[in-house]
Structure formats: structure tokens, C-alpha cells
């Protein structure tokens, strides 16, 4: 049994600094649920150098996480991201200052419904 083990992470960020964080707690054994956008996902996939078109980044960074895709801007993808958040211990995210506000989803909302849960 890994130190993380009985943690469930919502990662909601892309490129570098959310998904190595993510990756840290995926290592520790935590139960991390990557969102990613639709069409492309992560831009990390697609960053640097390739192997059969996936990026090396990515085949380190997404490493020991599940993922699914959300459009944020939706309000029907909003309730399914509180719905999770709700059964999460730490959602990441590293989006602009404000962003996760204008989409009706920051701390004081999400914090609702889950009274626990820690937001970095």
C-alpha cells in the first residue's frame, strides 16, 4: 500500500506545472482523475518530441491517472465536475487568477458540498 492511497485528486490544469503535481500524487499512490478539454485534451500530449504520435512528456506525466474530457465552459460539464469534486480530497488546477470563478467553480462552490476538500 502506497503513503497516498486512500487520497482521491481531481486534476484540472494543463501543460507542465498541475499535471507534474498530479503526477507526484499518482506516484504516491492517490487515485488522480486528469480533466481534460475535448477534441485535443491536454496539450501535454502533443508537446516536444513524439513516440507514435503521443509526447514523451505526456507518457510521464499521465502516468497512473485516469482521465476523462469536460468542456468547463458548459454548465452541464460544471455539475459533473462538482458532482466529482464533491468526492475528492484535492483538486489541482493552474488556471488564470479568476478562471475557475467566471465558470462557477472555484472554492467557495465547490467547498459546498465538500466542506473538506483542499484546492491548490
Same mark, same amino acid.
Not at 488522480?32 to 501535454?44: A, L, R, S, Y
Not at 502533443?46 to 458548459?74: A, F, M
Given at each position: ?6 487520497? !482521491?485528486?481531481?486534476?484540472? +490544469? ?14 504516491? +499512490? ?17 508537446? %516536444? ?6 509526447? &514523451? ?5 499521465? *502516468? ?8 468547463? %465552459? ?6 459533473? &465536475? *462538482? ?12 488556471? !488564470? ?6 465558470? !462557477? ?10 466542506? !473538506?476538500?483542499?484546492?491548490?
Amino acid at each position: 500500500m502506497k503513503a497516498l492511497s486512500d487520497l !482521491r485528486v481531481l486534476e484540472l +490544469g494543463q501543460l507542465l506545472a498541475a499535471p507534474f503535481a498530479g503526477y507526484h500524487f499518482a506516484g504516491f +499512490g492517490a487515485e488522480v482523475i486528469k480533466v481534460e478539454p475535448p477534441q485535443h485534451g491536454d496539450p501535454m500530449r502533443s508537446w %516536444r518530441k513524439l513516440h507514435e504520435g503521443t509526447s &514523451l512528456w505526456w507518457y510521464s506525466l499521465g *502516468r497512473n491517472k485516469k482521465s476523462i474530457t469536460l468542456d468547463l %465552459r458548459k454548465p452541464e460539464a460544471a455539475a459533473i &465536475l *462538482r458532482q466529482l469534486a464533491a468526492k475528492c480530497d484535492v483538486l489541482i488546477e493552474n488556471f !488564470r487568477p479568476g478562471r475557475m470563478e467566471v465558470w !462557477r467553480l472555484g472554492y467557495y462552490v465547490l467547498s459546498r458540498d465538500n466542506p !473538506r476538500l483542499l484546492m491548490v
